[in-house]
């Protein structure tokens, strides 16, 4: 079925537009055939239409971030963060939804700077870790962090295996 347009006429109640009870059968044959097509379900979620080149940069690209007591971290630009330790560093995370997942890959300076997270979207927020620690003497590390809440969140740290 080819869409149905409502005809409204020229100006407001000029009697020239479709009667109301015609007007709605066209409205309730247009829903019909968006909801009662099943390509429109396809087209969206099968067939590989959801790819790679059509997710945001949140998901799809890695920020070489600076090194600095305080790091920022905004979530919206990237999924891997990648940053050479040159100081004890605290990360701050903005722009985080609940689910998302980032990755921070950090190279080590070999020496003894620490790692620590401070806040998330301006606020507190609880950072609970799973495992690994954290070693400024680690050739590279990641840290994979999970957001089940605006002020939650849970870590994992991995080293290389030597």
């Known amino acids: 079925m080819a869409k149905q347009t409502v005809n409204i006429g020229a100006v407001a109640n000029d009697g020239t537009g479709d009667q109301l009870r015609n007007a709605f059968d066209k409205l309730n044959d247009n829903f019909d055939e968006v909801y009662g097509n099943s390509f429109v379900t396809e087209a969206m979620l099968n067939d ?14 890695s920020v070489a971030l600076t090194s600095g007591t305080n790091v920022a971290v905004d ?16 990360f701050n995370f903005t722009n985080v939804v609940i689910g998302a997942v980032k990755t921070l890959e950090i190279t080590g300076s070999g ?26 003497n680690a050739a590279k590390q990641i840290i994979q962090i999970k957001w089940t809440s605006i002020d939650n969140a849970w870590y994992q740290i991995s080293q290389i295996a030597s």
């Open 48 to 61: 590989d239409a959801v790819t790679n080149a059509k997710l945001g940069v949140e998901y799809t690209a």
């Open 75 to 90: 979530t919206a630009l990237g999924d891997v963060f990648t940053m050479t330790a040159g100081a004890s560093h605290t």
């Open 111 to 136: 020496g003894s700077l620490t790692s620590a997270f401070g806040t998330v979207n301006g606020s507190a927020c609880t950072f609970n870790k799973i495992g690994g620690e954290y070693s400024d």
